[in-house]
């Protein structure tokens, strides 16, 4: 089946700096890509959609200028926290929509911010 | 419908029983619906899908209820085994994105 590769999986960076994280897939292309957040024992927050050559669409109260998201070929997306803080600490997820509607989902990036 | 910040519920089941997962949605509009199962530290993987035409599917030893009506979704597992321990998420397809619900954790116990 369809795979979405997402890079790193762990990452451990210090306050105030940028961390960034790639989403890719593999064997198809996607136009549209999402971005997730997941604290602890929680579900899955959608923060935004990365739509192929165009800005992405942020969720309400999701900060564009702080999860900056680039969405530059049919295959890669990109989301870069910018000035990370504590709170920032967290998995993201990102998934892409294959054939016909199913979501696939990429292992998922641990990010610890000290 | 989305997440507020809740902490999982947990089923505990014994080996061999069948579980049954309940999931709740909340935009009527909604008319693909997919069950996933996520293991600690990992991305969630696909279950088993279900299409607003459509009240009931099965696979292998997972079977997928849709009630429309009282907008309910559960998901069946047959002779629940020690793999099956994980979170479940139900999700649902509006305006071409998927929103997830709270999720339930399965402990499965010999």
């Known amino acids: 089946g369809a795979v979405v590769s997402q890079h790193p999986s762990r990452v451990i960076c210090k306050s105030g700096t940028s961390v960034k994280i790639e989403c890719r897939s593999l064997d198809f292309q996607a136009t549209t890509m999402f971005w997730y957040r997941q604290f602890p024992k929680q579900s899955l927050m959608l923060m935004a959609t990365?739509?192929?050559?165009?800005?992405?669409?942020?969720e309400q109260g999701v900060e564009k200028d702080k999860f900056l998201i680039n969405h530059a070929s049919l295959t890669l997306s990109t989301l870069t926290v910018t000035s990370a803080h504590p709170e920032d600490s967290s998995f993201y997820i990102c998934s892409a929509f294959g054939v016909p509607t199913e979501a696939f989902f990429g292992q998922g990036t641990r990010l610890t911010v000290v | 419908g989305e997440s507020v910040g809740l902490h999982l519920p947990t089923l505990s089941v014994q080996e061999g029983d069948n579980s049954i997962i309940n999931c709740a949605y909340s935009?009527?509009?909604?008319?693909?619906f997919i069950w996933y199962k996520q293991e600690s530290g990992k991305g969630p993987q696909f279950i088993i899908d279900?299409?607003?035409?459509?009240d009931k599917r099965q696979g292998q030893r997972v079977t997928v209820l849709l009630n429309k009506t009282v907008k309910h979704l559960s998901l069946q597992i047959a002779a629940t085994q020690p793999g099956d321990s994980a979170v479940y998420f139900c999700?649902?397809?509006?305006?071409?994105?998927?929103?997830f619900g709270t999720g339930t954790r399965l402990q499965v116990f010999p």
């Open positions: 935009n009527s509009a909604s008319d693909y």
């Open positions: 999700a649902e397809n509006g305006t071409d994105k998927l929103i």
């Open positions: 990365s739509n192929e050559g165009s800005k992405a669409t942020y």
């Open positions: 279900i299409r607003s035409n459509m």
